[in-house]
C-alpha cells in the first residue's frame, strides 16, 4: 500500500477553498448594510475549473429587497457560469445583482449564489467586495467571535478507487452553522452545506485519514472532529456502484420510429437493462393522474388498448379483443415474465407534461389527492375501461414504482408550466407523501415500490428547485440529466453532452458533466446515488461555415439543422448512417460531431458512450441511464456499448 497522499491539484485546493471573509475594502456606504455578511467559499476545485458561492447573511431586522455586490477576482480566476443572480463583468471586476424575479433575503434570513469558473492553480477567493457600496464584512456593529462546536465524528459510507464518502453528525453555533470542511493532511479538500461529502480526485489503494470543522457566516471554524481513515479501491473495482442500467421507453416509439417493447428483445438490450422508466403519465388540471385518448394529453391506445400481432409481441402469441390488459402495458408484462429481475417504473410528467405539477403539488390535499390517484392507477393498476379494455387490478404487477420528472420546480421548463417560488418546498413535501404513501401500500401487499426523479444539469435549476438533503432519503436513486446542455436554440454549434468544460467553447453557459455532478456533491449527494443520463440522439445546426480549424465547432449557424421527427434533433440510428460526413472527436472532453461543410450534429456513439460509461465508473456512479432506448439502432449497440463498459 503506498503512502497517503493528495495530488497536487488537491494540495493546490488547500488555499483556495478557504472561507474568505471578502469585506476586504469597504467603500462609501451607499445604503445601511449593518450586520450583512457577504461570505465565499470555493466549493470544488479541478484540473482548471472551479465551483464558488457567495452566502448572504441578513442579520439585520429589515429584509434585504435590493442588493449589489460588486467584487474583484484575482488572475487567473475567471466566472463563465452563475445562477441565482444577474452578473456582469469587466475584467477582473464582477457585478453581481439581484436576479430579475426578485431574492430578497429577509432578516435573520440568508441566500447563496453559485457559480462555475476556471482558474490558473492560484486562489479565487475575491480580492475585494462591497454590498451595497458598504463592507461585506457587515461592520459597524458587534462582531460574532464566537466559533461554532465540534460535529460529530465522520464515518465513511462509501469508497471507490479515485473517491471517499463521508457523513457525520451537525455541529452547534450561536448564530447558525453555514457549512462544513473536511480536512486530509491537515489542508481542506471539501468544503460543502450539509453533514455528508464526497473527496474525489484520490489515488487507487491509498490510505487517507480526514477530519470535519465547521464554519459559520462570520468565518469563525471549530475544532476538528475525530479522524476517520478509509483506503480507496483497486482501479476497476468500488461501492457504491452497482451499475444501474435504466433505459426510457417512450409511449410515442411505437409509431413513427417503429420501435416496439418486442424490440428490446430482439435487440438484446432487454437483458442488459436493470430497469425501464415508461415515458409518460399525465397529470390533469384537477393535479390526478389520467388517461386519455387524444396525442398530446395522453394516449389510453397505446398504453393498453392497441392490439398487437403475434410478431409484435413480446411472447409471440397475439392479442385478443377480450383482453383486459393490451398494448404497451401489457407488452411489458411479458417482458417481465422473460426478465424476472427488471424493474419498470412508470415516469410522471417530462417536458410538455409538466403543466399541472406546481398546482397538484401546492397543498397537503392537492399532493395527496395527486399521490393516491397515481398509485391506484399505475401500481395497484386501476385503469379506466378504454375500449373494451381495463378496469379494476388490469395493469396490477406491470409497474415496480414511480419516476418523477417534474421540469422543473420553482424554475421557466415549458412555455405553459406553472412556477412558483415555493414548488421548492412544495415538492419535497410531495416526493414525502408518495414515500408515506408507497411505504403504506408495501404493508399492505409485500411488495417493494422504488420511488427516482430525473434531476436537471443546470446548476441553477438545482439550486432553486431541490431540498437535496431533504429528497435524498426518501430516493431510491436519482438520474442526472447529461445531454442537451446546447442546441438548435442557440445561434452557435457546440456541444450537447461533453463531460468536461471544453476550451474555447463560448457560452452563452458553459456546461459539462463534470461540474453537473459535481453540483451535487455538493450538495452532499452521494455518487452511487447519482446515474449518468446518456442520450440516444443528436442535434444539429445548418448553414454553419468551417471555421478557422475547418471543422464547423463554435461556429454561427442559421438555424437548426433538418430532423426525422423534429427540427435540429434526431435519432442515433439516422445520424449514424448519413453519408458525407466527416467525424471528428475530442477525446480529453468526451465528445464527437459530425460535419460536411454545411450541417453540424453533436454526436454520441459506441466510442463516447463508452468513455462517459468509464468516466461514470471512475467517479463512483450509480450506473447509467439512456434517453430515450428508441434512438439505438437494431443491434442495441449503443446499449452493448454501455454494458461492455460497466463489465469490465
Known amino acids: 500500500m503506498r503512502a497517503a497522499r493528495l495530488r497536487t491539484r488537491l494540495a493546490a485546493l488547500a488555499a483556495a477553498v478557504?472561507?474568505?471573509?471578502?469585506?476586504?475594502?469597504?467603500?462609501?456606504?451607499?445604503?445601511?448594510?449593518?450586520?450583512?455578511?457577504?461570505?465565499?467559499?470555493?466549493?470544488?476545485?479541478?484540473?482548471?475549473?472551479?465551483?464558488?458561492?457567495?452566502?448572504?447573511?441578513?442579520?439585520?431586522?429589515?429584509?434585504?429587497?435590493?442588493?449589489?455586490?460588486?467584487?474583484?477576482?484575482?488572475?487567473?480566476?475567471?466566472?463563465?457560469?452563475?445562477?441565482?443572480?444577474?452578473?456582469?463583468?469587466?475584467?477582473?471586476t464582477h457585478t453581481i445583482s439581484t436576479p430579475s424575479w426578485g431574492a430578497s433575503v429577509p432578516a435573520g434570513g440568508t441566500y447563496s449564489i453559485g457559480w462555475n469558473g476556471t482558474h490558473s492553480g492560484g486562489e479565487t477567493a475575491p480580492l475585494d467586495c462591497s454590498l451595497n457600496g458598504g463592507s461585506c464584512s457587515g461592520e459597524p456593529g458587534t462582531p460574532d467571535t464566537e466559533a461554532p462546536g465540534t460535529p460529530g465524528d465522520p464515518t465513511v459510507t462509501g469508497t471507490t478507487s479515485g473517491t471517499v464518502s463521508l457523513e457525520w453528525g451537525a455541529a452547534t453555533d450561536n448564530v447558525a452553522v453555514t457549512g462544513y470542511e473536511v480536512l486530509s493532511g491537515g489542508e481542506v479538500v471539501r468544503a460543502v452545506?450539509?453533514?455528508?461529502?464526497?473527496?474525489?480526485?484520490?489515488?487507487?489503494?491509498?490510505?487517507?485519514?480526514?477530519?470535519?470543522?465547521?464554519?459559520?457566516?462570520?468565518?469563525?471554524?471549530?475544532?476538528?472532529?475525530?479522524?476517520v481513515t478509509a483506503t480507496t479501491d483497486e482501479e476497476g473495482t468500488g461501492t457504491p456502484v452497482d451499475e444501474r442500467r435504466v433505459a426510457y421507453f417512450t409511449q410515442w416509439g411505437i409509431y413513427d420510429r417503429g420501435y416496439l417493447v418486442e424490440n428490446l428483445v430482439s435487440s438484446g438490450t432487454a437483458e442488459k437493462l436493470t430497469h425501464i422508466n415508461y415515458a409518460f403519465g399525465n397529470i390533469n388540471a384537477n393535479g390526478e393522474?389520467?388517461?386519455?385518448?387524444?396525442?398530446?394529453?395522453?394516449?389510453?391506445?397505446?398504453?393498453?388498448?392497441?392490439?398487437?400481432?403475434?410478431?409484435?409481441?413480446?411472447?409471440?402469441?397475439?392479442?385478443?379483443?377480450?383482453?383486459?390488459?393490451?398494448?404497451?402495458?401489457n407488452q411489458l408484462r411479458e417482458l417481465k415474465e422473460l426478465y424476472p429481475d427488471l424493474k419498470v417504473n412508470l415516469s410522471l410528467g417530462g417536458w410538455t407534461w409538466s403543466e399541472n405539477f406546481s398546482d397538484a403539488a401546492l397543498t397537503a390535499?392537492?399532493?395527496?389527492?395527486?399521490?393516491?390517484?397515481?398509485?391506484?392507477?399505475?401500481?395497484?393498476?386501476?385503469?379506466?375501461?378504454?375500449?373494451?379494455?381495463?378496469?379494476?387490478?388490469?395493469?396490477?404487477?406491470?409497474?415496480?414504482?414511480i419516476d418523477l420528472d417534474w421540469e422543473w420546480p420553482a424554475s421557466a421548463g415549458h412555455e405553459h408550466n406553472t412556477v412558483r417560488p415555493e414548488d421548492r418546498e412544495n415538492f419535497t413535501a410531495l416526493v414525502q407523501e408518495f414515500r408515506d404513501q408507497m411505504n403504506a401500500l408495501e404493508a399492505e401487499t409485500g411488495r417493494q415500490?422504488?420511488?427516482?426523479?430525473?434531476?436537471?444539469?443546470?446548476?441553477?435549476?438545482?439550486?432553486?428547485?431541490?431540498?437535496?438533503?431533504?429528497?435524498?432519503?426518501?430516493?431510491?436513486f436519482i438520474t442526472v440529466q447529461g445531454y442537451d446542455y446546447h442546441g438548435g436554440w442557440e445561434n452557435t454549434t457546440n456541444h450537447q453532452s461533453n463531460l468536461l468544460e471544453t476550451p474555447g467553447d463560448p457560452g452563452p453557459d458553459v456546461y459539462?458533466?463534470?461540474?453537473?455532478?459535481?453540483?451535487?456533491?455538493?450538495?452532499?449527494?452521494?455518487?452511487?446515488?447519482?446515474?449518468?443520463?446518456?442520450?440516444?440522439?443528436?442535434?444539429?445546426?445548418?448553414?454553419?461555415?468551417?471555421?478557422?480549424?475547418?471543422?464547423?465547432?463554435?461556429?454561427?449557424?442559421?438555424?437548426?439543422?433538418?430532423?426525422?421527427?423534429?427540427?435540429?434533433?434526431?435519432?442515433?440510428?439516422?445520424?449514424?448512417?448519413l453519408s458525407g460526413f466527416d467525424l471528428y472527436r475530442d477525446d480529453a472532453s468526451g465528445t464527437a460531431w459530425?460535419?460536411?461543410?454545411?450541417?453540424?450534429?453533436?454526436?454520441?456513439?459506441?466510442?463516447?458512450?463508452?468513455?462517459?460509461?468509464?468516466?461514470?465508473?471512475?467517479?463512483?456512479?450509480?450506473?447509467?441511464m439512456v434517453w430515450s432506448v428508441d434512438g439505438d439502432d437494431a443491434d442495441g449497440s449503443l446499449m452493448t456499448a454501455i454494458d461492455s463498459a460497466l463489465a469490465d
Not at 40 to 63: K, P
Not at 295 to 304: P, T, V
Not at 313 to 327: A, C, K, M
Not at 524 to 552: K, Q
Open 193 to 227: 452545506t450539509g453533514t455528508s461529502a464526497t473527496v474525489t480526485g484520490l489515488d487507487p489503494v491509498t490510505e487517507y485519514t480526514f477530519t470535519v470543522r465547521a464554519y459559520d457566516s462570520s468565518n469563525n471554524r471549530g475544532p476538528e472532529s475525530g479522524p
Open 289 to 329: 393522474c389520467f388517461m386519455a385518448n387524444q396525442l398530446g394529453q395522453g394516449d389510453a391506445w397505446a398504453d393498453y388498448g392497441r392490439s398487437f400481432t403475434a410478431d409484435q409481441s413480446v411472447d409471440g402469441v397475439g392479442d385478443t379483443w377480450d383482453q383486459d390488459l393490451r398494448g404497451n402495458f
Open 594 to 624: 459530425l460535419y460536411d461543410g454545411t450541417t453540424f450534429w453533436t454526436y454520441d456513439d459506441e466510442t463516447s458512450m463508452t468513455q462517459k460509461t468509464d468516466w461514470a465508473q471512475a467517479n463512483g456512479l450509480g450506473g447509467v
Open 365 to 401: 390535499e392537492s399532493r395527496q389527492r395527486m399521490v393516491s390517484s397515481c398509485i391506484d392507477q399505475y401500481l395497484r393498476g386501476n385503469l379506466p375501461l378504454f375500449d373494451g379494455a381495463g378496469g379494476p387490478g388490469a395493469a396490477e404487477g406491470v409497474f415496480d414504482g
Open 512 to 577: 459539462s458533466t463534470e461540474t453537473t455532478i459535481q453540483a451535487y456533491l455538493d450538495y452532499g449527494v452521494s455518487p452511487g446515488d447519482m446515474l449518468l443520463g446518456v442520450p440516444f440522439y443528436s442535434r444539429g445546426w445548418t448553414g454553419v461555415p468551417a471555421g478557422p480549424d475547418g471543422n464547423g465547432l463554435f461556429q454561427t449557424g442559421t438555424g437548426p439543422s433538418g430532423g426525422t421527427y423534429e427540427q435540429g434533433i434526431d435519432d442515433w440510428k439516422v445520424i449514424k448512417d
Open 18 to 92: 478557504l472561507i474568505a471573509p471578502v469585506g476586504l475594502a469597504a467603500s462609501p456606504a451607499a445604503a445601511d448594510t449593518t450586520g450583512i455578511t457577504v461570505t465565499y467559499v470555493e466549493t470544488s476545485r479541478w484540473d482548471s475549473g472551479y465551483g464558488g458561492q457567495l452566502t448572504i447573511d441578513n442579520g439585520s431586522d429589515a429584509a434585504l429587497d435590493d442588493w449589489t455586490i460588486d467584487l474583484t477576482l484575482p488572475e487567473g480566476a475567471t466566472i463563465t457560469s452563475l445562477w441565482n443572480a444577474t452578473h456582469t463583468a469587466s475584467g477582473s
Open 449 to 476: 415500490y422504488e420511488l427516482t426523479s430525473f434531476m436537471p444539469a443546470d446548476p441553477e435549476k438545482i439550486d432553486l428547485g431541490y431540498e437535496l438533503d431533504k429528497l435524498m432519503p426518501n430516493f431510491d
